[in-house]
């Protein structure tokens, strides 16, 4: 079936650091990918998505490229920030074989920005 | 912005006690979805429903839990016999269209804790 592994956390980086949050995945067909994004006390909320190979997603200085060669749809920002101290989860919801569009996530990573 | 509301944001109930978790989707989605994560683990889905009625269920959603919209706007996830590994966040999600590209929206999560 459908699943998706993303590194585990947390993930610990010093103020305007570079991020990495990897991402892999496996579906048949061509799923839509997506990054969700969850601050404290608040419910999960779309930060970006790619419905096709090599397409990009972006929004907030988030970046992260669907690449069907490597199954692969890694989070990336030049430079955190405390405001982006979050749970980051991955996921992909694709053409059924048979039921409903079922969106698949993964187990999500914590990131812990410090000043 | 519409959003979709979960109430309570906490429960703690007794083991063996009956549970309602209630959610308002956003009022023009058409499909609902619940889904839980229990502490360090993945997002699990549990079940999704249209047109007043399942279309899908996971393992998990075993005989001990049920949805239903009564009134055409809440949607609510029973659980009639509590058990202590039903202890986790509980999220509703709802989306207008069942297409790959098209995002579900969460609700903030209801935590449930069996004791």
């Given at each position: 079936?459908?699943?998706?592994?993303?590194?585990?956390?947390?993930?610990?980086?010093?103020?305007?650091?570079?991020?990495?949050?990897?991402?892999?995945?496996?579906?048949?067909?061509?799923?839509?990918?997506?990054?969700?994004v969850?601050?404290?006390g608040?419910?999960?909320?779309?930060?970006?998505?790619?419905?096709?190979?090599?397409?990009?997603?972006?929004?907030?200085?988030?970046?992260?490229?669907?690449?069907?060669?490597?199954?692969?749809?890694?989070?990336?920002?030049?430079?955190?920030?405390?405001?982006?101290?979050?749970?980051?989860?991955?996921?992909?919801?694709?053409?059924?074989?048979?039921?409903?569009?079922?969106?698949?996530?993964?187990?999500?990573?914590?990131?812990?920005?410090?000043? | 912005?519409?959003?979709?509301?979960?109430?309570?944001?906490?429960?703690?109930?007794?083991?063996?006690?009956?549970?309602?978790?209630?959610?308002?989707?956003?009022?023009?989605?058409?499909?609902?979805?619940?889904?839980?994560?229990?502490?360090?683990q993945?997002?699990?889905?549990?079940?999704?429903?249209?047109?007043?009625?399942?279309?899908?269920?996971?393992?998990?959603?075993?005989?001990q839990?049920?949805?239903?919209?009564?009134?055409?706007?809440?949607?609510?996830?029973?659980?009639r016999s509590?058990?202590?590994?039903?202890?986790?966040?509980?999220?509703?999600?709802?989306?207008?269209?069942?297409?790959?590209?098209?995002?579900?929206?969460?609700?903030?999560?209801?935590?449930?804790?069996?004791?």
């Amino acid at each position: 079936g459908d699943s998706v592994t993303q590194m585990e956390g947390p993930v610990t980086l010093s103020e305007e650091a570079f991020l990495t949050i990897n991402c892999t995945y496996t579906a048949t067909g061509y799923p839509s990918l997506f990054w969700y994004v969850q601050y404290p006390g608040e419910g999960l909320q779309l930060l970006l998505k790619a419905t096709k190979a090599d397409d990009k997603g972006s929004n907030k200085g988030f970046e992260a490229t669907y690449r069907k060669e490597t199954t692969s749809f890694h989070l990336e920002k030049g430079s955190v920030q405390v405001s982006d101290s979050a749970v980051y989860f991955c996921a992909l919801r694709r053409p059924p074989s048979g039921g409903s569009y079922i969106p698949t996530f993964g187990r999500g990573t914590s990131l812990i920005v410090h000043p | 912005e519409p959003e979709v509301t979960q109430t309570p944001s906490h429960q703690v109930t007794q083991m063996g006690q009956e549970v309602i978790l209630r959610c308002v989707p956003i009022s023009n989605h058409l499909y609902f979805y619940w889904y839980r994560q229990i502490l360090g683990q993945k997002v699990e889905f549990l079940v999704s429903f249209y047109n007043n009625e399942i279309s899908e269920k996971s393992e998990i959603f075993d005989d001990q839990f049920s949805v239903e919209r009564p009134d055409g706007s809440n949607f609510t996830l029973k659980i009639r016999s509590t058990k202590l590994e039903d202890s986790a966040m509980y999220f509703c999600a709802s989306t207008r269209r069942e297409q790959t590209n098209t995002e579900a929206f969460f609700g903030q999560g209801t935590r449930l804790t069996v004791v």
